[in-house]
C-alpha cells in the first residue's frame, strides 16, 4: 500500500484530510450554511447541509426572525443536547432562558417524537428539543430541533447572530 492518497496522489495519507476523514461537506463532518430569503415580505433563513436539506425528510430547515432570537437565546442548551447520547437527552430538564437584550424568555424541555420506521414497521421514536417563546412575547412562537438540527444551529451560529442584527426588530 503506498504512503499516497489514491485521490489526490500528491498527498501523503497523514496529511490528507480526504485519508484522515475529516474533509468538509462529507456525511460523517458536514459544512453547515444559511442561505437568507423573503417570503411574504418577512426575511427568512434556511440552514442548509453541505448545500442541502438537514434531512432527507425535511427538504427546508427555514424559520424567520422570532425563531431565530430563541434558538440563539437557546445555544447554550443546544450544544449540549447536539452531542450527548440519547439516553442523556431523555434526562434534560425543562428550563426557562431568559435573554435580557431583546426580552425573550423560552421554555425549553425535551419530547419524544417519531423519527423513522424500521422495516417491521415499528416506529422508533427519539427526544427532540422544543422551545417556547413566554410571554412578554406577542406571540406564542414554538420550534422543535433535533440532535442534528442543533448542530447545524452551533455550526452556524455567527452567521445567523449577524443575519439576526441585520434584520432584526
Given at each position: ?77 443546544l ?13 434534560f ?77
Amino acid at each position: 500500500m503506498s504512503d499516497r492518497c489514491d485521490k489526490y496522489p500528491s498527498l501523503e495519507r497523514r496529511y490528507c484530510s480526504h485519508c484522515q476523514g475529516t474533509v468538509r461537506g462529507t456525511e460523517e463532518n458536514p459544512h453547515f450554511s444559511i442561505k437568507e430569503e423573503f417570503a411574504n415580505g418577512y426575511p427568512v433563513v434556511e440552514v442548509l447541509r453541505n448545500g442541502g436539506a438537514i434531512h432527507e425528510w425535511d427538504s427546508h430547515f427555514q424559520f424567520g426572525l422570532r425563531k431565530a432570537e430563541m434558538l440563539l437565546a437557546a445555544l447554550p442548551v443546544l450544544k449540549e443536547f447536539a452531542w450527548c447520547s440519547d439516553q442523556e437527552r431523555l434526562k434534560f430538564p425543562p428550563q426557562i432562558i431568559g435573554e435580557q437584550e431583546i426580552g425573550l424568555r423560552v421554555q425549553v424541555f425535551v419530547e419524544m417524537r417519531p423519527d423513522f420506521e424500521r422495516s417491521t414497521g415499528e416506529l422508533v421514536e427519539r427526544p427532540y428539543l422544543q422551545l417556547v417563546a413566554l410571554p412578554p412575547a406577542s406571540e406564542r412562537t414554538h420550534i422543535g430541533v433535533g440532535f442534528r438540527k442543533c448542530r447545524a444551529i452551533c455550526a452556524v451560529q455567527d452567521e445567523l447572530r449577524a443575519w439576526v442584527r441585520r434584520h432584526g426588530r
